[in-house]
């Protein structure tokens, strides 16, 4: 199957697929609090997680566009405020597997950019689907000093069987990034792994860029 009719997370049954989405799109909140109390470089990442998913979950609660499908809206939100907390170029990489050590920077950079205007344009359509989850945080388990971790967290729905979310996340200099999201034991990431390597046996990172920007209606990526 060729990725420009790749249909989304076709290994995730589609309650699973919106749980994604909100994690996906959770820690790009951050940014709507007030400055003094953003999240610090040294704020820890379960803090920074059920912080900032809480904030979300209020968001889509109580903003009347994205309550109304406002694709615009919800593709605004996510592209202005997630950036910042979402590590594309590793994401990209851990996607692109073994291709990727064969790209140029340019090629890189471009890459990256499709791929997260693919995620963000894969995943807005399920933002205003939300209304009466709750989320349980479990506890944190890392070494002091970790600078690689999971936070895993449950969501709840009412008459459904939990869903388990766990986010990978890295420490950088600006602060926690996640570059995975694992919902149910699927990995967003991976879930790309085997149409993106089947693309760049078939043309190359030129021809896995060329699918994506096929997918992706044109867009072009910053």
């Not at 405020?81 to 994401?91: C, G, H, S």
């Not at 939300?130 to 690689?148: E, M, N, V």
Request: positive net charge; proline residues 5%.
């Amino acid at each position: 199957m060729s990725l420009h009719r790749l249909p989304a997370l076709r290994l995730v049954p589609a309650g699973a697929r919106r749980l994604l989405a909100l994690a996906f799109i959770g820690v790009a909140l951050v940014a709507f609090a007030p400055p003094i109390v953003r999240a610090a470089a040294d704020e820890a990442p379960d803090a920074l997680v059920k912080r900032v998913t809480g904030e979300v979950l209020a968001l889509i609660k109580s903003d009347a566009r994205i309550q109304a499908g406002d694709q615009a809206r919800i593709r605004e939100v996510i592209e202005t405020r997630l950036t910042p907390y979402f590590d594309f170029e590793r994401m990209t990489a851990l996607a692109a597997g073994r291709g990727w050590r064969q790209a140029t920077p340019e090629q890189k950079k471009v890459l990256a950019g499709q791929f997260k205007t693919l995620l963000v344009r894969t995943y807005s359509g399920a933002l205003n689907q939300y209304r009466d989850q709750t989320i349980k945080y479990l506890p944190l388990r890392s070494d002091a000093g970790a600078t690689d971790v999971t936070v895993r967290t449950q969501v709840e729905q009412p008459g459904q069987a939990p869903v388990q979310i766990d986010y990978s996340m890295e420490k950088t200099a600006s602060g926690w990034k996640a570059y995975d999201v694992v919902v149910g034991g699927v990995s967003l990431v991976t879930n790309y792994r085997d149409e993106f390597n089947a693309e760049i046996q078939r043309g190359g990172i030129d021809g896995l860029i060329k699918a994506l920007e096929a997918k992706n209606g044109g867009a072009g990526a910053k």
